[in-house]
């Protein structure tokens, strides 16, 4: 932004709108340039100056202009009208000027080629003062411009009704202008106008009448249209009209003269013009083509549930009342106006339609009521299955529809931070007969917003279909399944932590309850992933990308106690620890070493939080959980460190061998084959240390490592980034004193 | 059932219905029930003419009734039905020209109260809707509902199984004429041309089949029902060499009603409307929930 303004004429000080008076105005632009603008800028700013001298001369030359002067023959007329002219173009014009000009252009003074100029000069720089406005219109009726002129005036308001500072005594002209509609050329203008002034009050029955009556004389017209469609979104007790779907536009297009000018303008003057809002009729909505009546997948727009009678006498009162105070649907568009109006909205007639509308999901955020709820479980219910390309016969046509049906879905579930039961039901009822193909991102998305609400069958409803397709299906899918399982992992975790912040000690019976239903029901999704996991891996042979999805996941298991305060810790499986642990890859293994590093500190945290006894422990890690930490803390050390893996692993699965056994792979050191240095994941690393510690070595003497240079090792590896290796290493492995660590070097050597 | 005024309900019977259920109605007022016909006919006459607005509350061509019949329910829980109906008025001779009956639709609840149990106030439940008339008119009055009331409208199929039900069932209803066979109609998939076949019976005789497969009167099993369809089938392939239980069963006609698997009911007894209506009800309600 800066430096394109920098570029441009400097800045002008607009006027507010507490100012009146034209030497006011004047002032406020001699002195801000003063102020803020560097002086090498002031050959500009006199020029300013002095074309803000030459407009006010143009105004009081306006101001006392008798009739009829002849453009050709008046050089101070042509010398004002082009300072006007040129003045409005480049920056607009100040709120004084147009009573002024108004009042000349519409007197019928003089000639309607300047008439014409001067109404096409009228851009406002910042906004049009209503008095200006109403006096214009009263001009209008004394009749003395012509036709056209007139015709320009309404469209010239019509274009700026925006910048009009207030608008109370425009809307007292209603009337007026309704009287106008007779006027054949006029009509479709004060159409247009009459769309932009309309309120509740305003509809009447006689104006409804009227406008029938003007229907039956012209026929359809698409500014008739439009007018009465407002009409009826505002009384839909008194009219109705069904809106043809192909029409694009209601009104021509009546800002000709003045776009680009007021674009311009807008430009220099950015923060205070009023942003022009293109008109939207929210009863209407584009359909991509014909379905039938009662399809669901197009989600309704967003109107305003008019479903409130006001016709019987006795209730009438409440109801107009509460009418006039609600706030229309149509017209909310930004979230200032929400704030505005947050305690006069009322819910869409349709509550499908609050999916496509951001500022009503934040409205609904706000309110909790359950027939809200309720309204959009039924809906959306019948969607899903009314829609779903695999369960319904006939649907698969409409596969990209269903697609984007899903997809709202769960953006809108996202937004909310919550999981529809409706979405839950139809996995549900709908992943038995799924091929694990069609949509299949928008289907595990949707999985990972099942709530946590009930407690029973998502092992017969969810896990048993989800682990048919996933083993017979690609690796691709397999680690999309693993991701979502992951983020409904993370999805329940973040409730638990909202809800259980949120409950209070009073209730902390019912909170127990719900905490063990909440804990095995996370177990039962570990164990469920795990053993998935372990399959997965064999299946396809520890692929390292695999291999990434299932740690990512333990990533969030292996901290669910500090980070998500639930008192649940599962070790993966034996058939996940191994390959990790003895993966080729360096950045499985480092994964592995942060997360066992995250498990070491969420026990240990544990441990400390029951023997202080701080809280009285409803649940506690069994001793189990901690032998099986151990069992494979002493496995990974013995691996990477101690090389006494194949010795001291007791891991029933693990990697204890006799000697013998290992004897006869001819493997020579075969001990230390699985330390920092000799691991395959970490050999490439190795490698490229001793080309830097000792470049003329072109033996690869990877023995060299040792003592000193261990410790250098260890840094370069840090350096590469192997962050979890640093912080398991130096958790786990007892460093501190030097005899523990030429131990470590003993066993090295 | 007693307090049933068969006249009040004599419209459902010997014509045929199209189903739908239908999700709760919001804020849905039977105390209003006079200004929906005003707006449902204005409506009506929007929809007809696009683009041309239409005054609420002015005669026009087709009128709306919607009233409500409150003997069409199950039990007291059970809302009261809904009905609505367009018929048609010539233009020529306003004043004593005959009213057509061009299109009906019934909104009902028969012993479906669990459906309603602790739920609130703002929703009406009429899960079952039932259609008589053009597919125009039912695409514009459920648009309007829809619109209106925040509910969805969705075709009730009857599957094959709940079918087998009602053949069952209705065989073993007493009947005071036996007038018509218990005729089934099966569908054989996977042909390039649609067959059907037609297996009619003699009432009476299906009726000994059922009564000696029923062990306690006034209950039904699922097995029971297996049993006396299993019978049917034998009885068929031994004359004609072909076995119904590959086929589709996708229509049963008795003297009590008729069902086709579409989602097409014709009630036939007075007397057994209410229990016909009440399967039906589960259905529908089984559909939206």
């Given at each position: 932004?800066?430096?394109?303004?920098?570029?441009?004429p400097?800045?002008?000080?607009?006027?507010?709108?507490?100012?009146?008076?034209?030497?006011?105005?004047?002032?406020?632009?001699?002195?801000?340039?003063?102020?803020?603008?560097?002086?090498?800028?002031?050959?500009?700013?006199?020029?300013n100056?002095?074309?803000?001298?030459?407009?006010?001369?143009?105004?009081?030359?306006?101001?006392?202009?008798?009739?009829?002067?002849?453009?050709?023959?008046?050089?101070?007329?042509?010398k004002?009208?082009?300072?006007?002219?040129?003045?409005?173009?480049?920056?607009?014009?100040?709120?004084e000027?147009?009573?002024v000009?108004?009042?000349?252009a519409?007197?019928?003074?003089?000639?309607?080629?300047?008439?014409?100029?001067?109404?096409?000069?009228?851009?406002?720089?910042?906004?049009?003062?209503?008095?200006?406005v109403?006096?214009?219109?009263?001009?209008?009726?004394?009749g003395?411009?012509?036709?056209?002129?007139?015709?320009?005036?309404?469209r010239?308001?019509?274009?700026?009704f925006?910048?009009?500072?207030r608008?109370?005594?425009?809307?007292?002209?209603?009337g007026?202008f309704?009287?106008?509609l007779?006027?054949?050329k006029?009509?479709?203008?004060?159409c247009?106008?009459?769309?932009?002034?309309?309120?509740?009050?305003?509809?009447?029955?006689?104006?409804?009448?009227?406008?029938?009556?003007?229907?039956?004389?012209?026929?359809?017209?698409?500014?008739?249209?439009?007018?009465?469609?407002?009409?009826k979104?505002?009384?839909?007790?008194?009219?109705?009209?069904?809106?043809?779907?192909?029409?694009?536009s209601?009104?021509?297009?009546?800002?000709?003269?003045?776009?680009a000018a007021?674009?311009?303008?807008?430009?220099?003057?950015?923060?205070?013009?009023?942003v022009?809002?293109?008109?939207?009729?929210?009863?209407?909505?584009?359909?991509s083509?014909?379905r039938?009546?009662?399809?669901q997948?197009?989600?309704p727009?967003?109107?305003?549930?008019r479903?409130?009678?006001?016709?019987?006498g006795e209730k009438?009162?409440?109801?107009?009342?509460r009418?006039?105070?609600?706030?229309?649907l149509?017209?909310?568009?930004?979230?200032?106006?929400?704030?505005r109006?947050?305690?006069?909205?009322?819910?869409?007639?349709?509550?499908?339609?609050?999916?496509?509308?951001?500022?009503?999901l934040?409205?609904?955020?706000?309110?909790?009521?359950?027939?809200?709820?309720?309204?959009?479980?039924?809906?959306?219910?019948?969607?899903?299955?009314?829609?779903?390309?695999?369960?319904?016969?006939?649907?698969?046509?409409?596969?990209?529809?269903?697609?984007?049906?899903?997809?709202?879905?769960?953006?809108?579930e996202c937004?909310?931070?919550?999981?529809?039961?409706?979405?839950?039901e139809f996995?549900?009822?709908?992943?038995?007969?799924?091929d694990?193909?069609c949509?299949?991102?928008q289907?595990?998305?949707?999985?990972?917003?099942?709530?946590?609400?009930?407690?029973?069958e998502?092992?017969?409803?969810?896990?048993?279909?989800?682990?048919?397709?996933?083993f017979?299906?690609?690796?691709?899918?397999?680690?999309?399944?693993?991701?979502?399982?992951?983020e409904l992992l993370?999805?329940?975790?973040?409730?638990?932590?909202?809800?259980s912040?949120?409950?209070?000690?009073?209730?902390?019976?019912?909170?127990?309850?719900?905490?063990?239903?909440?804990?095995?029901?996370?177990?039962?999704?570990?164990?469920?992933?795990?053993?998935?996991?372990?399959?997965?891996?064999?299946?396809?042979?520890?692929?390292?990308f695999?291999?990434?999805?299932?740690?990512?996941?333990?990533?969030i298991?292996?901290?669910?106690?500090?980070?998500?305060?639930?008192?649940?810790?599962?070790?993966p499986?034996?058939?996940?620890?191994?390959?990790a642990?003895?993966?080729m890859?360096s950045?499985?293994?480092?994964?592995?070493?942060?997360?066992?590093?995250?498990?070491?500190?969420?026990?240990?945290?544990a441990?400390?939080?029951?023997?202080?006894?701080?809280?009285?422990?409803?649940?506690?890690?069994?001793?189990?959980?901690?032998?099986e930490?151990?069992?494979?803390?002493v496995?990974?050390?013995?691996?990477?460190?101690?090389?006494?893996?194949?010795?001291?692993?007791?891991?029933?699965?693990?990697?204890?061998?006799?000697?013998?056994?290992?004897?006869?792979?001819?493997?020579?050191?075969?001990?230390?084959?699985f330390?920092?240095?000799?691991?395959?994941?970490?050999?490439?690393?190795?490698?490229?240390f001793?080309?830097?510690?000792?470049?003329?070595?072109t033996?690869?003497?990877?023995?060299?490592?040792?003592?000193k240079?261990?410790?250098?090792?260890?840094?370069?590896?840090y350096?590469?980034?192997?962050?979890?290796?640093?912080?398991?290493?130096?958790?786990?492995?007892?460093r501190?004193?030097?005899a523990?660590?030429?131990?470590?070097?003993?066993?090295?050597? | 059932?007693?307090n049933?005024?068969?006249?009040?309900?004599?419209?459902l019977?010997?014509?045929?219905?199209?189903?739908?259920?239908?999700?709760?109605?919001?804020?849905?007022?039977?105390?209003?029930?006079?200004d929906?016909?005003?707006?449902?006919?204005?409506?009506?006459?929007?929809e007809?003419?696009?683009g041309l607005a239409?005054?609420?509350?002015?005669e026009?061509?087709?009128?709306?009734?919607v009233?409500?019949?409150?003997?069409?329910?199950?039990?007291?829980?059970?809302?009261?039905?809904?009905?609505?109906q367009?018929?048609?008025?010539?233009?020529?001779?306003?004043?004593?020209?005959?009213e057509?009956l061009?299109?009906?639709?019934?909104?009902?609840?028969?012993?479906?109260?669990?459906?309603?149990?602790?739920?609130?106030?703002?929703?009406?439940?009429?899960?079952?809707?039932?259609?008589?008339?053009?597919?125009?008119?039912?695409?514009?009055?459920?648009?309007?509902?829809q619109k209106?009331?925040?509910?969805?409208?969705?075709r009730?199929?009857?599957?094959?199984?709940n079918?087998?039900?009602?053949?069952?069932?209705?065989?073993?209803?007493?009947?005071?004429?036996?007038?018509s066979?218990?005729?089934?109609?099966f569908?054989?998939p996977?042909?390039?041309?649609?067959?059907?076949?037609?297996y009619a019976?003699?009432?009476?005789?299906?009726?000994?089949?059922?009564?000696?497969?029923?062990?306690?009167?006034?209950?039904?099993?699922?097995?029971?029902?297996?049993?006396?369809?299993?019978?049917?089938?034998s009885h068929?392939?031994?004359?004609?060499?072909?076995?119904?239980?590959?086929?589709?069963?996708?229509?049963?006609s008795?003297a009590?009603?008729?069902?086709?698997?579409?989602?097409?009911?014709?009630?036939?007894?007075?007397?057994?409307?209410?229990?016909v209506?009440?399967?039906?009800?589960?259905?529908?309600?089984?559909?939206?929930?």
């Open positions: 932004m800066q430096p394109r303004r920098r570029s441009e400097p800045k002008e000080q607009v006027p507010q709108k507490t100012q009146t008076d034209l030497s006011a105005w004047r002032k406020g632009r001699k002195s801000a340039p003063e102020k803020s603008i560097p002086s090498h800028w002031s050959p500009n700013r006199q020029k100056d002095s074309t803000q001298d030459a407009l006010e001369d143009a105004l009081s030359y306006f101001e006392k202009v008798q009739d009829r002067v002849s453009l050709k023959k008046n050089s101070a007329l042509q004002h009208l082009a300072t006007v002219e040129s003045i409005a173009l480049q920056r607009g014009l100040p709120p000027a147009f009573d000009l108004l009042k000349v519409l007197s019928g003074k003089l000639a309607d080629t300047v008439n014409t100029q001067l109404l096409k000069s009228l851009v406002p720089a910042s906004v049009i003062p209503e008095t200006s109403v006096s214009s219109v009263s001009l209008l009726c004394t003395k411009c012509s036709d056209s002129t007139q015709l320009l005036f309404l010239w308001l019509i274009t700026m925006d910048f009009i500072d608008k109370e005594q425009l809307h007292a002209l209603y007026f309704f009287s106008i007779q006027d054949e006029m009509c479709p203008y004060i247009h106008l009459l769309y932009l002034l309309t309120r509740k009050e305003s509809v009447k029955p006689f104006r409804i009448r009227k406008l029938l009556d003007l229907q039956a004389k012209v026929g359809l017209q698409s500014h008739l249209q439009a007018l009465l469609s407002l009409y979104l505002f009384s839909p007790e008194l009219v109705t009209i069904a809106l043809p779907r192909k029409m694009k209601y009104f021509k297009n009546s800002d000709g003269p003045w776009k007021i674009i311009a303008v807008r430009r220099r003057n950015q923060e205070n013009t009023p022009l809002q293109p008109l939207v009729l929210g009863t209407t909505q584009p359909q083509r014909k039938k009546w009662n399809a997948v197009i989600i727009a967003s109107s305003t549930n479903n409130t009678l006001e016709e019987d009438k009162h409440v109801n107009l009342y009418m006039n105070e609600s706030f229309p149509e017209h909310l568009q930004t979230f200032p106006q929400l704030l109006n947050i305690h006069r909205l009322e819910f869409p007639s349709q509550m499908g339609s609050v999916l496509t509308n951001p500022l009503l934040h409205y609904m955020n706000c309110i909790k009521d359950e027939s809200i709820y309720l309204r959009l479980y039924y809906w959306m219910g019948q969607t899903l299955q009314e829609e779903c390309t695999w369960c319904v016969a006939d649907n698969s046509q409409y596969e990209e529809e269903f697609k984007d049906f899903l997809e709202t879905v769960y953006k809108t937004f909310l931070q919550e999981g529809f039961s409706s979405c839950e996995l549900y009822k709908s992943l038995p007969l799924w694990g193909f949509c299949r991102p289907v595990l998305r949707l999985v990972s917003w099942i709530p946590l609400s009930s407690f029973s998502m092992k017969s409803h969810l896990y048993d279909p989800l682990a048919q397709l996933f017979t299906s690609s690796l691709y899918f397999k680690c999309s399944v693993l991701q979502s399982l992951r993370q999805n329940w975790l973040n409730w638990h932590m909202i809800h912040d949120s409950e209070s000690d009073t209730q902390a019976h019912s909170l127990n309850t719900t905490l063990s239903g909440l804990v095995n029901m996370v177990a039962e999704l570990i164990h469920f992933v795990g053993w998935i996991s372990t399959v997965a891996l064999r299946l396809e042979n520890n692929p390292t695999l291999l990434y999805f299932i740690l990512d996941f333990y990533e298991v292996c901290d669910m106690y500090l980070r998500y305060n639930l008192p649940l810790l599962i070790l499986p034996a058939g996940v620890f191994y390959p642990l003895l993966s890859d950045v499985s293994l480092d994964q592995l070493c942060y997360i066992m590093y995250r498990y070491r500190s969420n026990l240990v945290a441990k400390e939080n029951e023997l202080s006894k701080k809280k009285i422990l409803q649940f506690k890690f069994s001793s189990q959980t901690y032998q930490y151990n069992q494979y803390i496995a990974m050390v013995g691996c990477l460190w101690t090389s006494s893996a194949f010795q001291k692993d007791t891991h029933p699965q693990g990697l204890r061998m006799g000697d013998e056994l290992l004897k006869k792979t001819a493997v020579q050191e075969f001990k230390s084959s330390n920092i240095v000799y691991h395959p994941a970490m050999m490439g690393y190795a490698l490229l001793l080309k830097q510690a000792w470049p003329d070595d033996t690869f003497n990877f023995s060299l490592i040792k003592g240079k261990w410790n250098w090792y260890l840094e370069y590896l350096a590469q980034g192997l962050k979890g290796l640093k912080v398991f290493i130096e958790s786990s492995i007892n501190v004193s030097q523990s660590h030429s131990k470590a070097q003993n066993a090295q050597e | 059932q007693e049933t005024d068969p006249h009040r309900t004599a419209f019977l010997r014509k045929q219905w199209t189903l739908y259920s239908v999700t709760p109605l919001y804020k849905f007022y039977n105390s209003n029930l006079r929906y016909a005003r707006l449902l006919s204005a409506f009506i006459a929007a007809k003419q696009k239409v005054e609420v509350g002015v026009l061509d087709l009128k709306v009734a009233s409500s019949i409150p003997d069409l329910k199950g039990s007291d829980r059970d809302e009261a039905a809904i009905l609505v367009l018929s048609s008025r010539s233009r020529a001779s306003p004043k004593n020209s005959e057509k061009v299109w009906s639709g019934c909104f009902c609840c028969v012993f479906g109260d669990h459906l309603s149990e602790n739920v609130s106030d703002d929703f009406t439940y009429l899960p079952l809707f039932l259609v008589n008339g053009a597919e125009s008119y039912t695409s514009i009055v459920g648009m309007w509902f209106t009331f925040d509910c969805c409208f969705r009730l199929a009857i599957n094959p199984l079918l087998s039900w009602m053949a069952a069932m209705w065989t073993g209803c007493k009947v005071d004429k036996t007038t066979a218990v005729e089934l109609v569908s054989v996977c042909l390039p041309y649609p067959l059907d076949i037609s019976i003699h009432p009476e005789d299906a009726k000994a089949l059922w009564d000696t497969v029923q062990k306690t009167p006034g209950e039904i099993t699922q097995e029971e029902v297996d049993v006396f369809m299993d019978c049917l089938y068929f392939h031994r004359h004609f060499k072909i076995r119904l239980s590959a086929t589709k069963l996708v229509k049963v008795t009590v009603a008729s069902a086709h698997s579409d989602g097409i009911i014709k009630f036939l007894q007075s007397k057994y409307l209410t229990g209506l009440m399967l039906l009800t589960e259905l529908a309600i089984s559909q939206i929930q």
